[in-house]
């Protein structure tokens, strides 16, 4: 019996969480500050996390840039960037905004950090 090598555990940890959870999704502008990545494979698209002063989390969602990749109906308003709040147990508090460009999803963040 032949012995299969381990994998190269500093490629995996040298690869983002969104790459590994998604892949050939391609995060395409710097993330704001203090978020953290928080993708996993069995939501729709790459998440990423920021704890706030309250103890709540603004979670930033970011679909593909190519809409064809989109898991989202297309007979649906297409936004790539999603922000919502959730309880420091994940749960749900509420949607924030909405934004199609990257810099409109900082200019969303900005005004939601910290508040």
Same mark, same amino acid.
């Given at each position: 019996m032949q012995n299969t090598?381990? &994998? $190269?555990?500093a490629l995996v940890a040298d690869t983002p969480l969104y /790459?590994? !959870?998604f892949p =050939? %999704? !391609? @995060? $395409? %502008?710097?993330l704001p500050e203090g978020f953290e990545d928080s993708s996993w494979h069995n939501n729709e698209t790459p998440s990423f996390d920021k704890v706030q002063p309250d103890g709540t989390i603004l979670k930033l969602w970011v679909d593909y840039a190519d809409r064809s990749k989109s898991t989202l109906p297309e007979d649906e308003p297409y936004f790539r960037f999603s922000l919502a709040r959730y309880s420091a147990d994940q749960d749900w508090i =509420? +949607? @924030? &905004? %909405? &934004?199609?460009?990257? +810099? !409109? /999803?900082l200019d969303?963040?900005?005004m939601y950090d910290g508040v």
């Open positions: 090598p381990p &994998a $190269d555990n /790459a590994r !959870e =050939g %999704f !391609e @995060l $395409d %502008f710097k =509420g +949607q @924030l &905004a %909405f &934004a199609s460009t990257p +810099q !409109e /999803a969303m963040v900005a």
